[in-house]
């Protein structure tokens, strides 16, 4: 079953109390672990909790109970995965920032920044940064979005820099970037040989819904049939851009 996980000395606050407890703050910056990665989750959590400015405050596998849990444990960052139990982590952090708008958020996630990181800087997150990075770097992350600070790769920076001065740059020519969030995540889906049915079951979708994002996307990437919608859905996964 899953539940929230509480830390040992994490606090269960009212709205009422969250102000004077922040003004009231002792040492640690309390970190809410947000991934549907048990040992991932439990690893990263003994990392942080060696630091002496940072302690993890709990911990959530799915969309629902990570929202939850920011209005439990008063965290002062969350850090979010892409892809989560029950929801999109992209939705997730909207949801979130729409309800708590103070609260910075960090994505930490195995997709490739080049095409998710300013997918979540626009659904309201302050950084991203891929879980190849060495733990230094992610602490370093996680420092940087509590202080308001934006994190991004300098690969990414450039690659933004490069947007702003010369227009979009497109994936491979393709028309990727053009995809919604949930289209996207569909996508990736397809690519990774899930059937229809089965992506209704994990994104909690009506098989119908489906189709019909199945054919969105076949429009916006101007495929023709269903073959060249798997076809390319595979290349895309398999090409490391969806990694």
């Known amino acids: 079953m899953n539940r929230i996980n509480r830390n040992k000395g994490?606090?269960?606050?009212?709205?009422?109390?969250?102000?004077?407890v922040n003004v009231a703050r002792k040492t640690k910056y309390r970190v809410l672990l947000?991934?549907?990665?048990p040992i991932l989750r439990k690893g990263l959590a003994e990392l942080i909790n060696q630091e002496t400015d940072l302690m993890v405050c709990g911990e959530a596998e799915e969309a629902p109970k990570a929202f939850e849990a920011v209005g439990v444990l008063n965290p002062d960052v969350a850090v979010v995965d892409i892809s989560l139990k029950g929801g999109n982590g992209l939705e997730l952090i909207k949801n979130i920032k729409a309800r708590y708008p103070?609260?910075?958020?960090?994505?930490?996630?195995?997709?490739?920044?080049?095409?998710?990181?300013?997918?979540?800087?626009?659904?309201?997150?302050?950084?991203?940064?891929?879980?190849e990075e060495a733990i230094t770097k992610v602490l370093t992350a996680i420092r940087h979005v509590?202080?308001?600070?934006?994190?991004?790769?300098?690969?990414?920076?450039?690659?933004?820099?490069?947007?702003?001065?010369?227009?979009?740059?497109?994936?491979?020519?393709?028309?990727?970037?053009?995809?919604?969030?949930?289209?996207?995540?569909?996508?990736?889906?397809?690519?990774?040989g899930r059937g229809t049915r089965q992506i209704a079951e994990e994104l909690r979708l009506s098989v119908r819904t489906v189709e019909a994002y199945r054919e969105y996307i076949k429009d916006k990437l101007n495929l023709k049939n269903g073959t060249e919608l798997v076809q390319h859905a595979f290349q895309y996964v398999h090409s490391g851009l969806a990694a």
Not at 10 to 20: C, E, F, N, V, Y
């Open 146 to 192: 509590i202080s308001g600070e934006i994190f991004l790769s300098d690969r990414m920076k450039g690659r933004l820099i490069n947007q702003l001065v010369g227009g979009r740059i497109k994936q491979g020519g393709s028309s990727i970037d053009s995809l919604s969030d949930r289209e996207l995540e569909v996508f990736r889906l397809i690519g990774e």
């Open 10 to 20: 994490a606090a269960t606050l009212t709205d009422q109390k969250r102000t004077s």
């Open 102 to 131: 103070d609260l910075p958020l960090l994505v930490l996630s195995m997709h490739d920044e080049t095409l998710y990181a300013e997918r979540a800087l626009r659904a309201g997150s302050l950084g991203y940064i891929m879980k």
């Open 34 to 37: 947000i991934d549907d990665h």
